[in-house]
C-alpha cells in the first residue's frame, strides 16, 4: 500500500488482527484517527477527535494503551508531562523506526513530527560501538526542538 493511499477499515482491521488483537470498533476508531494523524495525539485530544462516536474516555485510553503494547504505537512525552500517543509508523508500514524529534510550538502548543529528520546516538570514539551505555542498557533518543511554528511565528 503507497503512503498516498487511502487507508479502508478493512485496511485497519487488517493491522489490528496482523497485531494479535481483537478487532473491535473502539480500537478501529482509535487506530483509524493514529492514522490519519501528523503528529502525537494526546488522550483527550484522542476523545475529543472521537466524541461523536460515543466512546467514553476510559476505553480510548484502554485502547491507545493497548496499541502500544501490542506496538502498533508508540507514547512521546515532549516535556509537559502529558502523554501523547502517535502511529509507530515502522510497524505499520516498513518505514523509519521512531528515532524521529518532535517540535513543539512554545505558542499555541501544537506538536508535529520531524520525520524529515534522523537521530541516532554516536559513540565517542574507542567506546562500545553499539551504543549500550551500560552491560544490557539502551538508549532511547528523544528529541524535542522547540520554537514557534509558521502559523504563530508572525505574531
Given at each position: 500500500m503507497s503512503p498516498n493511499q487511502p487507508i479502508t477499515a478493512s485496511d485497519i482491521e487488517a493491522r489490528?488482527?496482523?497485531a494479535g488483537l481483537r478487532c473491535t470498533r473502539?480500537?478501529?476508531?482509535?487506530?483509524?484517527?493514529?492514522?490519519?494523524?501528523?503528529g502525537p495525539v494526546s488522550h483527550a485530544e484522542m476523545a475529543e477527535l472521537l466524541a461523536d462516536e460515543g466512546f467514553d474516555r476510559a476505553t480510548i485510553y484502554r485502547n491507545?494503551?493497548?496499541?502500544?503494547e501490542a506496538g502498533m504505537a508508540t507514547r512521546v512525552?515532549?516535556?509537559d508531562h502529558v502523554w501523547r500517543f502517535e502511529l509507530n509508523r515502522h510497524h505499520a508500514s516498513g518505514g523509519h523506526g521512531d528515532?524521529?524529534?518532535?517540535?513543539?510550538?512554545t505558542s499555541c502548543g501544537e506538536v508535529s513530527c520531524l520525520e524529515e529528520v534522523?537521530?541516532?546516538?554516536?559513540?565517542k570514539p574507542g567506546t562500545d560501538q553499539s551504543g549500550r551505555l551500560a552491560a544490557g542498557v539502551r538508549a532511547v533518543t528523544e528529541v524535542?526542538?522547540?520554537?514557534?511554528?509558521?502559523n504563530c511565528g508572525d505574531e
Open positions: 489490528i488482527r496482523a473502539a480500537r478501529v476508531a482509535v487506530l483509524g484517527r493514529l492514522l490519519q494523524s501528523p491507545l494503551t493497548e496499541l502500544t512525552d515532549v516535556g528515532d524521529h524529534p518532535h517540535f513543539v510550538c534522523s537521530v541516532a546516538l554516536t559513540p524535542v526542538l522547540k520554537g514557534q511554528c509558521e
